[in-house]
């Protein structure tokens, strides 16, 4: 499908898909990749202002925090959303209705509450049309 990176197991090639991860918290970029790691989901950091937005080759989805201390998260979804044809995910640590609301005026295909959990997450992965392995979901 082109959503992420080929590895090889046995004699079948799976394909992993791969998201980034918009956050300016090291810490909880660090504990969201390793959850989505343990799914099966190739993961990295993302910067929008130094890094080309030209492409979404490859990318199955983009999570975005909502709070940020350099820039607003409706604003970098919106800025996404016209480069990125992948499903953008809010993440947000309130759930709060308006977080929710502007967040699909935005762009986002859905809104990720914290604290992050595995269920929460394959649920927000598999209502996106990201394919999880049956064995890491």
């Known amino acids: 499908t082109g959503t992420g990176t080929r590895q090889r197991v046995g004699c079948m090639t799976l394909s992993r898909p791969k998201v980034l991860i918009v956050d300016d918290s090291p810490a ?34 983009i999570f975005v925090e909502v709070l940020q201390s350099r820039s607003n998260g409706f604003q970098i979804l919106r800025k996404l959303a016209t480069v990125f044809k992948c499903p953008l995910i809010l993440l947000s640590g309130t759930g709060r209705a308006s977080d929710t609301a502007w ?35």
Do not use: M, N, Y
């Open 28 to 61: 909880l970029i660090l504990q969201l990749q390793q959850v989505l790691q343990h799914l099966g989901v190739s993961a990295e950091a993302f910067d929008p202002d130094s890094q080309a937005t030209t492409t979404d080759s490859g990318v199955a989805a």
């Open 103 to 137: 967040a699909r005026q935005a762009g986002a295909a859905s809104v990720l509450c914290r604290p992050i959990t595995g269920i929460r997450l394959v649920q927000c992965l598999q209502q996106a049309g990201i394919k999880l392995a049956e064995a890491d979901a």
